[in-house]
């Protein structure tokens, strides 16, 4: 097993973490989250984003279909909780930022 990572921000978001522990305890059997604070500046603006977040992580097998999951998992929540994108660390280490 290897691990992967989900950024959420809190930000009126609450049934979009209803949503994502849910699906994550459905196809992946459970996670471990934890609070984080970050900050994004909007590239066509300039203007600095401070969100406070939480932090899935997810431990499960790397294929190809979990990260695939993973992916969906996470475009459907931010599609939900009206963000951008979401960050998502792959099982290989590698960081996207999923378009929602």
């Given at each position: ?15 979009s973490h209803d949503l994502l522990h849910g ?66 660390k792959g099982f290989d280490g590698e960081v ?5």
């Amino acid at each position: 097993m290897r691990e992967a990572s989900i950024i959420l921000p809190h930000a009126g978001n609450r049934q979009s973490h209803d949503l994502l522990h849910g699906l994550l305890l459905q196809h992946f059997g459970g996670y471990t989250a934890q609070a984080v604070i970050g900050a994004w500046r909007d590239p066509a603006t300039a203007i600095v984003h401070n969100d406070q977040s939480t932090m899935f992580l997810i431990g499960a097998d790397p294929t190809a279909a979990n990260l695939a999951l993973l992916h969906f998992i996470a475009k459907e929540c931010g599609n939900m909780a009206g963000q951008i994108c979401v960050y998502v660390k792959g099982f290989d280490g590698e960081v996207q930022f999923v378009q929602c």
